[in-house]
């Protein structure tokens, strides 16, 4: 039983009960079908089913597939659930390819269980928001809601209430005592007028005489004071009353909730690698490490053998970068210049650098030289996706230059980004180039997912290799 003052996940039941039926779905399509293609049990039939319902239900999890269901959109929940089942699927084949070597993937009813059960549980979710939709639609249980603070964050609270049709918010208005002041605060500025329909006691007179079912407070979180007084109120209603945090005012990076003993506390830079996530992504740099690196052995090996021909010096460029925390790293490359610069002055090449040998412009270009950094991520100081390493002069350069540039090394530095198939790689001669290519480094740290990886990987094959910038 929760203790008094602890804060509980939102729908726990509704969520719990969501589980058990998508686990049903699974368990119920692979028993129709046994049944329909008349196929013969076998003992590993239990074991696929079991894994294929924990494997979904954690890949799920992981990605919060059962967060609250008024909270996401569709298209997101339907993005999890597919790439759940896809994801736990794909483990478990290779669970029986590597270890069982049972084949029991082979049989034609499991080939349509793996096919037909996402589509079913995609169907079932998105049944549930259209029902949901339809009756609320028609003025039934829906919830009528109010913002307090005429402030930037509840515009976007009302944004997400509209685009959240189907969940039942109807917003009736917004309520704050403070409308003269509005465009001399930045604490509430707004980027379009706000008509409110009253002050806090109207506030609390709607709420009174019914009118208003839910409130939600986006006030600063320097108005406590004002903040308490107005939940004591409150309580003289029957409206249910929502606290939403201004944290935006703070440059979030990978914010969550976590609880210790009861005590809530929202993190406001963190990493997205903690726990199993690190575990998940490090898997994925091995998996994936190893299977590029069988991939490119050859390739390299030629152009290991071109870069002795055509010039003298080492084949490999070691330099000194910063990894994840800022702990320093050696990053490997193919050396594709006549110098090899890692001290306290390192010139960026460009356009026409008299420095890049004819090979090594082409090795540039075309990101070859890059290749040997798949060995940094086989060892853990990289990964394959993540920002860029930039050498040590570079960042103690841009730390003073670029407020929450150090905050890109909260994860381990990658051989490709979403910075890069944004189009910012190479040269970043102006302070703005380099302002977009963090922008989009953090970006990919507060948003990170598997899914977000395996894009990346995927449009770096046809956006990032080769860029007009790259010199």
């Not at 490997?332 to 040998?357: C, H, L, P, Y």
């Not at 950094?373 to 050498?391: D, E, K, T, W, Y």
Request: glycine letters at 6%; charged letters at 20%.
């Amino acid at each position: 039983m929760p203790r008094p003052g602890m804060i509980r996940s939102y729908d726990s039941k509704i969520n719990a009960i969501s589980r058990l039926i998508d686990s049903g779905i699974i368990l119920l399509t692979f028993l129709a079908l046994i049944d329909i293609f008349q196929a013969t049990w076998q003992p590993i039939y239990i074991w696929a089913l079991l894994f294929s319902i924990l494997l979904f239900n954690f890949f799920a999890e992981s990605q919060d597939a059962y967060r609250s269901w008024r909270g996401a959109s569709l298209r997101d929940e339907i993005e999890t659930v597919f790439f759940s089942w896809v994801t736990g699927i794909f483990v478990l084949i290779a669970i029986d390819f590597f270890f069982l070597h049972e084949q029991a993937y082979s049989d034609l009813f499991v080939a349509v269980w793996i096919v037909l059960t996402p589509i079913e549980l995609i169907s079932w979710h998105a049944l549930v928001r259209v029902s949901l939709a339809i009756i609320r639609a028609g003025g039934h249980n829906t919830r009528q809601v109010a913002i307090v603070g005429a402030t930037s964050l509840g515009q976007r609270l009302e944004l997400a209430f509209e685009q959240m049709n189907w969940s039942g918010y109807r917003l009736t208005g917004y309520y704050d005592d403070r409308s003269v002041d509005l465009n001399r605060n930045d604490r509430t500025k707004a980027s379009k007028k706000i008509e409110l329909s009253g002050n806090i006691d109207q506030l609390i007179l709607d709420c009174q005489q019914g009118k208003i079912d839910a409130v939600y407070i986006t006030l600063a979180l320097s108005a406590e004071n004002r903040i308490k007084e107005m939940v004591s109120r409150l309580s003289d209603s029957t409206a249910s009353v929502y606290l939403v945090p201004d944290l935006f005012t703070f440059n979030l990076l990978n914010s969550r909730w976590v609880d210790y003993q009861g005590i809530t506390a929202v993190s406001i830079f963190d990493t997205p690698f903690s726990g199993l996530d690190g575990v998940l992504k490090r898997l994925e740099d091995i998996i994936l490490s190893s299977l590029i690196l069988c991939i490119i052995a050859i390739p390299m090996l030629f152009i290991a053998v071109a870069i002795k021909m055509t010039s003298k010096g080492p084949i490999l460029f070691k330099q000194t970068r910063y990894g994840v925390d800022g702990d320093e790293i050696t990053v490997w490359k193919f050396r594709s210049m006549t110098v090899t610069e890692n001290g306290n002055t390192v010139t960026q090449a460009t356009k026409g650098d008299s420095r890049i040998t004819p090979l090594g412009a082409f090795l540039r270009k075309t990101s070859l030289d890059e290749l040997p950094q798949f060995f940094n991520a086989l060892g853990g100081g990289m990964s394959i996706v993540g920002p860029r390493p930039h050498a040590v002069v570079h960042n103690e350069e841009y730390r003073k230059k670029i407020q929450g540039y150090m905050l890109r090394h909260k994860m381990k530095p990658g051989i490709t980004g979403l910075a890069q198939i944004n189009g910012f790689r190479g040269e970043t001669d102006t302070l703005d180039k380099m302002e977009g290519r963090i922008h989009y480094d953090l970006l990919y740290i507060q948003t990170w997912t598997l899914l977000l990886d395996l894009k990346i990987i995927f449009l770096t094959v046809f956006k990032g290799f080769s860029n007009k910038n790259a010199y």
